[in-house]
C-alpha cells in the first residue's frame, strides 16, 4: 500500500471518529438540554404551587380580620356607615336581622364565595356578592378579567358558635377562584380552618346589678330578676345595701325581697379591698377574664372619649350607627336623652374605667360595667337596661328606671361581642 493511500484511510477513519464524536457530544447536550428544560419546569410549577398556597392562606387571613370587623360591608368589601349589614352579619351570622326568629347563632351561608385580588404592593381587589335567596345557586366574587393572583372564601357550619373557613388560592387566574373554575386555574391551593367565638365575658352576672361596694336605691326605680337560674337575685353587693320605700323589687314567684338582696358578698367584698381604687381592673377581670386594657384592645371594641353629655351621646350613637357593639370609654360616661342601644339579639357591652352618669330614657340591651355609677332622672325620664350592670365601687340610683335581668341579652353578648379566633389544629390542606 502506497504512502497516499495510507494518507487517505488515516482521514477517513479520523472524519468517521470526529463524526462519532460529535453525535455523541450532540446527544449529551440533548439529554442535558431536556434535564434543564425539565428542571425549570419543576422549578415554576413549584413557585406557582408555593404563591397559590400563600394566597389561600392570606384569604384565610383575610376573612378572620372581616369578621371581626363591625362595619358595613360594600359590594366592593369596602367599609360603609350607611347601614350594619357587617361582613359577619352578611355571611356567618345571617339570621340576626331576620324578621322572624332572629339568632346571634353562627349560621353561615354556604353557597356564596367572596374574595380578592392582588392588583399591587398591599392592594386588593375584592369583591363581596350577595347571598343568593336559594340555596341551590351560587354566588361567586367578580375579580374582573385582569389575570393577577386572588382567593376565594367559603364558609360552612360546625356548630352555634363556630364555623369552617374554606379558602381558594390561585396564581395567574382571569376571573375567580372558586369551585366553578378551579381547575382550569393557572395553579390551585385550598385549605381550610376552623374559627370559633372567643366569649368577651367570662362569668355572666348572676343578678341585674352587681356592686363591689355599697348600693343606695331610692326615688321609683324598679329591679327585676324573673330568672329561676339565677335564684331571682335582685342585687349583690360587696358592702351594704339600701333602699328607699318607692324602690320596687321584684324577685321569681315565693322569694321575699330581702332574700333577693345579696350584701356583704364575701367574693365581691375581698374583690373591692383588693382594689380600693379599682384601678387594677379586679372586679372587672372576675367577670370578662381580662384586664380593662385587654378588652380595650379587642379589635370588636371601639374606643370613645367625651367631655360632656352630648358629647358622649353623639359619639355613641355614631359608633353604634356605624355597627360596633362593643364600647370603651376612656372618660367618664353621661348619657342623656331618649335613645335605645342593643337588643335582645344584638345587646351592647359598655365599659368605662371611670364614673357612668344616666338621666334620661335611655334605655340599653346588654352589660354596663362603670368603676362607679350614678343613676339620677330627677323624674325627668325613665332610664332602663336589660341585661346587668356591674360596678366596681358604689352604685347610687335615684330616678324611675328599671334594671331588668335577661338572660338572654347577656347570652348573646357572647356571640356578638365575640372575636373570631383560629382554633389550633384546625388548618388542613386539602
Given at each position: ?16 471518529l470526529t ?7 450532540s ?6 438540554n431536556r ?5 425549570q419546569?419543576?422549578s ?24 371581626n ?47 380578592c ?61 372558586n ?20 366569649p ?6 348572676a343578678?341585674p ?15 327585676i330578676?324573673?330568672?329561676v ?6 342585687v ?19 322569694v321575699p ?88 339579639v ?6 368605662t ?23 339620677n ?15 366596681c365601687?358604689?352604685?347610687s ?12 341579652a ?13 382554633v ?7
Amino acid at each position: 500500500m502506497d504512502h497516499a493511500t495510507k494518507q487517505r484511510q488515516r482521514g477517513a477513519g479520523t472524519l468517521v471518529l470526529t463524526m462519532l464524536l460529535l453525535f455523541g457530544t450532540s446527544i449529551a447536550l440533548f439529554y442535558l438540554n431536556r434535564g434543564l428544560v425539565f428542571e425549570q419546569k419543576t422549578s415554576a410549577n413549584q413557585i406557582r404551587a408555593t404563591t397559590a398556597l400563600e394566597v389561600a392562606e392570606a384569604g384565610i387571613e383575610w376573612a378572620t380580620g372581616m369578621l371581626n370587623t363591625p362595619y358595613t360591608i360594600q359590594a366592593n368589601c369596602g367599609f360603609d356607615t350607611t347601614t350594619t349589614n357587617s361582613f359577619r352579619s352578611k355571611y356567618v351570622q345571617t339570621q340576626l336581622t331576620a324578621p322572624t326568629n332572629p339568632t346571634a347563632n353562627l349560621v353561615p351561608a354556604t353557597n356564596v364565595f367572596p374574595g380578592c385580588k392582588i392588583t399591587g404592593t398591599n392592594t386588593l381587589s375584592c369583591n363581596c356578592p350577595a347571598v343568593p335567596a336559594s340555596n341551590t345557586t351560587m354566588a361567586y366574587a367578580d375579580l374582573g378579567t385582569s389575570v393577577a393572583p386572588g382567593f376565594t372564601v367559603q364558609f360552612a357550619a360546625v356548630d352555634t358558635t363556630s364555623v369552617k373557613v374554606t379558602s381558594r388560592g390561585c396564581t395567574a387566574t382571569a376571573s375567580t377562584c372558586n369551585t366553578a373554575n378551579a381547575s382550569t386555574a393557572d395553579a390551585t391551593a385550598v385549605i381550610e380552618v376552623i374559627l370559633k367565638l372567643r366569649p368577651v365575658i367570662r362569668a355572666v352576672p348572676a343578678a341585674p346589678l352587681s356592686a363591689g361596694g355599697t348600693v343606695d336605691l331610692s326615688g321609683s326605680y324598679n329591679i327585676i330578676n324573673s330568672d329561676v337560674a339565677t335564684g331571682g337575685i335582685l342585687v349583690n353587693a360587696g358592702s351594704t345595701i339600701d333602699y328607699g320605700n318607692g324602690v320596687s323589687l321584684s324577685p321569681i314567684a315565693g322569694v321575699p325581697q330581702d332574700n333577693a338582696l345579696v350584701g356583704s358578698d364575701s367574693s365581691l367584698s375581698s374583690l373591692a379591698t383588693a382594689d380600693p381604687t379599682c384601678t387594677n381592673s379586679t372586679v372587672f377581670n372576675a367577670y370578662f377574664g381580662s384586664t380593662m386594657a385587654q378588652y380595650q384592645a379587642e379589635p370588636t371594641t371601639k374606643t370613645l372619649a367625651c367631655s360632656s353629655s352630648a358629647d358622649c351621646k353623639s359619639k355613641l350613637q355614631a359608633a353604634y350607627d356605624d355597627g360596633w357593639r362593643s364600647f370603651y370609654f376612656s372618660t367618664d360616661l353621661h348619657l342623656s336623652g331618649n335613645d335605645t342601644y342593643g337588643s335582645v339579639v344584638q345587646p351592647v357591652t359598655i365599659v368605662t374605667p371611670n364614673a357612668i352618669t344616666i338621666n334620661g330614657g335611655i334605655t340599653i340591651y346588654g352589660l354596663v360595667f362603670s368603676n362607679s355609677s350614678d343613676w339620677n332622672d330627677l323624674g325627668t325620664g325613665s332610664a332602663n337596661i336589660h341585661g346587668a350592670e356591674v360596678t366596681c365601687n358604689n352604685v347610687s340610683i335615684n330616678g324611675n328606671g328599671t334594671v331588668t335581668y335577661d338572660p338572654d341579652a347577656l347570652k348573646n353578648l357572647g356571640k356578638i361581642n365575640a372575636d373570631l379566633v383560629r382554633v389550633p389544629g384546625s388548618w388542613r390542606e386539602l
